[in-house]
């Protein structure tokens, strides 16, 4: 594909996956799902993404200087939040635990290794398989039952949408780390972290707005089974 045209095809697919990124965030707000912890720490993690991604995507040139410093402090957070949101989930006490040992984990390798790319690397590449595994766990424990709460439909989606994020976007972004691709081919990776973007939202997005409920805790769990 001619560079001038996937240049082109990456920057469109970014803008959508900008807006894309927004709408967990709207249809939290406009469904009125404020009791929903869970909610609000997946709408805050799309929020920040599209706000972390918006200066390149639109290449604004002050954002060049510090963006290797912004991306090693999002990082830190990336692993936390999909922790905080199983932990409000399921309202576990071992997700709680997993998620104050990950702060440590960061805590020590930041330690040895210093405040780095190297230690950024590290980070995100345990978080995101521990991330990609958690949601894998989740949509399997989501098919393992009959019958469902709309609540449960819900978080099917919002698994099923990580699940994308994770294995398309992040994994394969270190495969083209590894390798040392040119920048022509990270044209590639770009696009490939958009197209993840755009199916994780959605499917996000989906969720929210067929099966989340306003209602919250007990309320959800003593609604009819399907």
């Given amino acids: 594909m001619e560079t001038g045209v996937l240049s082109g095809i990456v920057h469109i697919l970014g803008i959508v996956a900008l807006f894309f990124?927004?709408?967990?965030?709207?249809?939290?707000?406009y469904k009125g799902l404020a009791e929903n912890k869970?909610?609000?720490?997946?709408?805050?993690?799309?929020?920040?993404?599209?706000?972390?991604?918006?200066?390149?995507?639109f290449h604004w040139q002050w954002y060049v200087a510090v963006d290797e410093q912004i991306t090693k402090y999002y990082n830190l957070?990336?692993?936390p939040l999909i922790l905080l949101i199983f932990y409000y989930a399921f309202e576990k006490k071992t997700f709680l635990f997993i998620l104050l040992s990950f702060i440590i984990f960061e805590a020590i390798v930041i330690k040895l290794t210093g405040f780095n790319m190297n230690s950024n690397d590290i980070i995100i590449g345990i978080g995101s398989l521990l991330c990609l595994g958690l949601n894998l766990?989740?949509?399997?424990?989501?098919?393992?039952?009959?019958?469902?709460?709309?609540?449960?439909?819900?978080?099917?989606?919002?698994?099923?949408g990580f699940i994308f994020y994770y294995g398309l976007c992040v994994d394969l972004i270190y495969i083209f780390k590894f390798?040392?691709?040119?920048?022509?081919?990270?044209?590639?990776?770009?696009l490939i972290n958009f197209t993840a973007m755009v199916l994780s939202t959605s499917l996000i997005s989906y969720g929210f707005c067929i099966y989340a409920r306003p209602e919250y805790g007990q309320a959800q769990r003593q609604e009819p089974k399907s």
């Fill in 21 to 29: 990124s927004f709408l967990p965030l709207i249809l939290y707000w």
């Fill in 38 to 57: 869970a909610y609000m720490v997946i709408s805050i993690f799309w929020m920040i993404n599209a706000i972390i991604y918006a200066p390149e995507i």
């Fill in 179 to 190: 390798f040392h691709f040119s920048s022509g081919q990270k044209q590639y990776q770009a």
């Fill in 137 to 160: 766990w989740g949509i399997n424990k989501f098919f393992r039952q009959i019958n469902h709460t709309a609540s449960e439909k819900a978080y099917m989606f919002i698994f099923a």
């Fill in 77 to 79: 957070f990336d692993a």
